[in-house]
Nanobody
């Protein structure tokens, strides 16, 4: 059974940092693209960052220069380092895995999802 488990969310003041982790099990995803999405209350789920198995990355404009996605294929884990957090970054953050090499900005293109972790940034 495939499982994606996020951790590292929480409450932080504006300007602070958090590091999210997503541990996968049940299958090896080293050849597949992985991504982090977020969904704020009342809004659609949106891509935050994505990474191919080779390390090519893609970021939402709103997080460029502040967030960094990385992966450790040996540990089947993907990370999201979030710096200079803003109140508008408040959302539930989800990790997701595609079944292909290339990343995508569309949630429907990702096959496996974690349960999400809440990130709240206070002003």
């Amino acid at each position: 059974q495939v499982q994606l488990v996020e951790s590292g969310g929480g409450l932080v003041q504006a300007g602070g940092s958090l590091r999210l982790s997503c541990a996968t099990s049940g299958r090896t995803f080293s050849s597949y693209a992985m991504g982090w999405f977020r969904q704020a209350q009342g809004k659609q789920r949106e891509l935050v960052a994505a990474i191919t198995s080779g390390g090519s990355t893609n970021y939402a404009d709103s997080v460029k220069g502040r967030f960094t996605i990385s992966r450790d294929n040996a540990k089947n884990t993907v990370y999201l380092q979030m710096n200079s957090l803003k109140p508008e970054d408040t959302a539930v953050y989800y990790c997701a895995v595609r079944s292909t090499y290339y990343h995508s900005v569309l949630p429907r293109d990702y096959k496996y999802w974690g349960q999400g972790t809440q990130v709240t940034v206070s002003s």
